[in-house]
């Protein structure tokens, strides 16, 4: 990948694209089906595009990169019929990008932010110009999500967050995590559970 000058930015060829794009796409089709997402439900996704550069966080945030993980990934998450859930970077507080439809489904309040590459990360940005008719909250409980270059997504994942091992490691150089929800387990010794919510 080269950087261009004086502007932290990489830039892709096509042949990096299709290959981000497919290693996003697998990672994310594996993590739906392992975390059995059903249509409707949020996935939520933490990108270090700098990561995938094999960069140190927020160092060289690349829209090209960016670009080629979210359409991987919004291809896999269309196929379950799931709502894509975008975080932003620290700088805007790990806020959340998803369709106003799902906002409102799920009755989250809007804020009023529209990320950028060096101020929400550059994946959050793809996704806010990529949505029919984005949004910005501050949190959601999603139920399943990826974490591409340790964004720590886990604030905005449900309780109980359980690990999900996936055949893909890495998407670029950035170290992926992934993680499904169950419903709380409540009772004593003598309760009974349902095995298939498991």
């Known amino acids: ?6 502007m932290g930015m990489v830039e892709i060829d096509a042949a990096v694209f299709d290959d981000l794009k497919g290693q996003s796409y697998t990672a994310a089709k594996e993590i ?11 996935f939520v996704v933490g990108c270090s595009t700098s990561e995938v550069c094999g960069g140190k966080i927020g160092t060289a945030s690349s829209p090209a990169v960016a670009a080629a993980v979210l359409e991987g990934i919004r291809q896999a998450a269309d ?5 894509l859930v975008a975080q932003c970077c620290e700088h805007l507080n790990r806020a959340l990008i998803l369709e106003r439809e799902a906002a409102e489904r799920y009755g989250y309040e809007e804020v009023n932010v529209v990320p950028q590459p060096k101020a929400g990360g550059s994946f ?7 949505f029919s008719c984005p949004v910005a909250v501050e949190h959601v409980q999603a139920h399943g999500g990826i974490d591409i270059g340790d964004t720590l997504i886990g604030m905005h994942l449900k309780d109980v967050a359980v690990p999900v091992r996936i055949s893909v490691k890495q998407i670029g150089e950035a170290h992926v995590v992934c993680a499904r929800t169950r419903a709380k387990f409540v009772g004593g010794v003598r309760a009974v559970y349902d095995t298939g919510k498991l």
Do not use: H, I
């Open 1 to 6: 990948m080269d950087k261009k000058e004086g």
């Open 32 to 42: 739906l089906a392992a975390g059995g997402l059903r249509p409707g439900q949020l």
């Open 79 to 83: 196929e379950r019929s799931v709502w």
């Open 124 to 130: 959050a940005t793809a996704a806010y110009r990529a």
